[in-house]
């Protein structure tokens, strides 16, 4: 029984395998290997999936359903017809379909699958998108993000190892921006930004908006199946502009045709506002990875609204290299995927690499707004885009005088008032009586994607802890396999300082301190500063390089010789005799 990697996409889904030293993608009943992720139900209660039910969506849209991942996560139903699913039983249905044309092709049963989800995906999507393979009666426990997937199909597949990637995945419906480092055996995650709402379909809505204006069309007075033979229209005109220079656009309105003819320039001068949209996400993405432009090695096209040259060309002006294009764009997450799959295989052709997860939204709790004692503000305790697992403090002060307790609401989101960012729960802890800002707090939250958080407040003064664990109620987890991932967020807690390679560095750093002078122990003095200001307040990564330029640093202190001239200069050392029996005698 084989281990199949799936790429569940909005637009189009894939499911792929690893066989005989590659990535095989597997065609579906229609010699394809991308199948629409859209879901029908005929008159007679069939369900119809794939380019079948994508064929329906012009003459019976009511009773079809797509774009179904954007819900997930969601209580929010989509009806077909009389009915009504939920997004991860449509979704289920994808995952069935993919996994017979998967046995068809194989001619034996999938027993698990690796499915990829965005890396924005919070806790109640991923569980969504488990449950979802759940339902489709195959076994999936294990979840890899997009851009991980992207990168880890270039990094075995192109053989580009040590590097900064950017993955800029384009589908039909979203844009999903990802800033990856591959280096040793690792890929982890530093940035993602995305907008769920600019995809490959808004350059079809450029289109329609500039085809009627031009022939003064109402567009909302089409009809429903004239306007959506408008958008087929489109869609053709878009796929052509990817492989030639011009198309065209024809529509018959009350028997008068219309004709409007396009190129790739014409594209690009209309849809301005787009690529203003684009930008932003890459704005984002890189200024959260705290990357600049010349440190990214690689910009990775993922995604079939990547192959347009109006795209492509728009990131070759703003990074100055051409992308890394793939004929099969759409197809390289489902090669990750199955190359995930291989690796949980432990298949011994493919070296075993650690995949890191990222935290898509900040945590932390509300704090007193000094304006506005009404409207609490929001402080984030573990920063979105930080390395999972993690465990990060912070120390908060009493308010008010003689304050007898303290509540700490925790919030997951990035807006700047609590109130506008989900509440996950609250704690509340009793502290001395004293004036304000006597009495510190320090409260740490350690996170890991399995969605586990782990809240601590710690009172120094009186040394009282109060602890608390909230867990995702739809979690899969068993509680033998909650209480393994408790004994390893119980290790993350301790602070980076105290971690025996940086407490080595430290000690080796102050024991030099004391055998410098002048400008050496000033500049050793700035180093060790430097390094234990990283250590309170960066990331894993920060702190791994961070560790590396003070072993540089202390290496050269250690290893500075006055008499280095003499070897510069290459004079060999040679004893004066006369001098040695003059002093003998």
């Known amino acids: 029984m084989a281990i199949a990697g799936i790429d569940l996409g909005t637009t189009n889904s894939l499911i792929s395998i690893y066989k005989d030293g590659h990535c095989v993608l597997i065609p579906n009943q229609f010699h394809k290997t991308l199948t629409p992720s859209v879901v029908s139900l005929d008159e007679k209660g069939e369900l119809l999936v794939g380019q079948i039910a994508r064929e329906r969506l012009i003459t019976h849209p009511e009773r079809t359903a797509f774009s179904f991942k954007r819900l997930m996560g969601q209580k929010e139903s989509c009806h077909l017809g009389e009915k009504t699913y939920l997004p991860e039983e449509l979704s289920a249905f994808v995952i069935r379909q993919l996994l017979k044309d998967a046995e068809a092709y194989l001619g034996e049963a999938v027993e698990e699958v690796v499915i990829s989800v965005p890396a924005y995906f919070t806790d109640e999507q991923r569980v969504a998108t488990k449950r979802a393979g759940a339902l489709a009666g195959v076994k999936a426990e294990r979840i890899i993000n997009e851009p991980s997937a992207a990168a880890l199909a270039a990094r075995i597949e192109k053989g580009i190892e040590d590097a900064v990637f950017l993955v800029f995945d384009f589908g039909g419906g979203t844009l999903d921006v990802s800033v990856v480092d591959s280096f040793e055996n690792v890929i982890e995650i530093l940035a993602v930004s995305g907008d769920n709402h600019l995809g490959g379909d808004d350059f079809q809505d450029i289109l329609m908006e500039d085809f009627c204006s031009e022939h003064h069309l109402v567009q909302?007075?089409?009809?429903?199946?004239?306007?959506?033979?408008?958008?087929?229209?489109?869609?053709?005109?878009?796929?052509?502009?990817?492989?030639?220079?011009?198309?065209?656009?024809?529509?018959?309105?009350?028997?008068?045709?219309?004709?409007?003819?396009?190129?790739?320039?014409?594209?690009?001068?209309?849809?301005?506002?787009?690529?203003?949209?684009?930008?932003?996400?890459?704005?984002?993405?890189?200024?959260?990875?705290?990357?600049?432009?010349?440190?990214?090695?690689?910009?990775?096209?993922?995604?079939?609204?990547?192959?347009?040259?109006?795209?492509?060309?728009?990131?070759?002006?703003?990074?100055?290299?051409?992308?890394?294009?793939?004929?099969?764009?759409?197809?390289?997450?489902?090669?990750?995927?199955?190359?995930?799959?291989?690796?949980?295989?432990?298949?011994?052709?493919?070296?075993?690499?650690?995949?890191?997860?990222?935290?898509?939204?900040?945590?932390?709790?509300?704090?007193?707004?000094?304006?506005?004692?009404?409207?609490?503000?929001?402080?984030?305790?573990?920063?979105?885009?930080?390395?999972?697992?993690?465990?990060?403090?912070?120390?908060?002060?009493?308010?008010?005088?003689?304050?007898?307790?303290?509540?700490?609401?925790?919030?997951?989101?990035?807006?700047?008032?609590?109130?506008?960012?989900?509440?996950?729960?609250?704690?509340?802890?009793?502290?001395?009586?004293?004036?304000?800002?006597?009495?510190?707090?320090?409260?740490?939250?350690?996170?890991?994607?399995?969605?586990?958080?782990?809240?601590?407040?710690?009172?120094?003064?009186?040394?009282?802890?109060?602890?608390?664990?909230i867990i995702n109620k739809d979690s899969y987890m068993s509680e033998e396999q909650i209480e393994k991932r408790r004994k390893e967020l119980n290790r993350l807690k301790i602070d980076p300082a105290e971690q025996a390679e940086n407490k080595m560095l430290l000690a080796r750093g102050e024991r030099l301190f004391v055998e410098c002078t002048n400008e050496r122990r000033e500049y050793l003095r700035r180093s060790l500063e430097s390094f234990q200001y990283t250590l309170a307040h960066a990331s894993r990564r920060q702190i791994r390089y961070a560790r590396l330029q003070l072993k540089e640093t202390l290496d050269a202190l250690e290893t500075a010789d006055p008499f280095l001239y003499l070897y510069e200069e290459e004079e060999d050392f040679e004893i004066d005799e006369d001098a040695y029996e003059e002093g003998e005698e």
């Not at 298949?347 to 004692?373: A, M, Q, V, W, Y």
């Open 220 to 469: 909302d007075k089409l009809g429903d199946q004239r306007a959506a033979l408008l958008r087929k229209q489109a869609l053709q005109c878009k796929h052509t502009l990817t492989v030639q220079d011009e198309a065209e656009m024809v529509l018959t309105v009350d028997g008068q045709e219309y004709r409007s003819s396009y190129t790739n320039q014409k594209l690009l001068d209309i849809s301005g506002a787009l690529f203003i949209r684009i930008q932003e996400v890459l704005r984002r993405a890189i200024l959260d990875s705290n990357c600049g432009i010349d440190d990214i090695s690689q910009v990775i096209m993922v995604g079939g609204s990547s192959k347009m040259p109006v795209v492509q060309g728009f990131l070759e002006h703003l990074f100055g290299c051409k992308p890394l294009t793939d004929v099969h764009c759409d197809e390289t997450v489902a090669r990750g995927c199955a190359l995930a799959a291989a690796m949980k295989e432990r298949r011994e052709d493919i070296k075993e690499l650690l995949l890191t997860d990222i935290c898509p939204f900040s945590i932390g709790t509300d704090i007193i707004n000094e304006r506005n004692s009404r409207e609490p503000l929001f402080q984030p305790v573990i920063e979105r885009n930080s390395t999972l697992p993690c465990s990060k403090k912070r120390i908060f002060y009493t308010a008010r005088d003689y304050q007898g307790s303290v509540r700490f609401n925790i919030y997951q989101g990035d807006s700047y008032y609590a109130k506008d960012n989900r509440k996950l729960s609250e704690l509340k802890l009793s502290v001395p009586l004293k004036k304000q800002g006597e009495i510190s707090i320090e409260v740490r939250f350690t996170y890991d994607i399995n969605g586990i958080l782990q809240v601590e407040a710690y009172v120094p003064m009186t040394h009282r802890l109060v602890q608390k664990e």
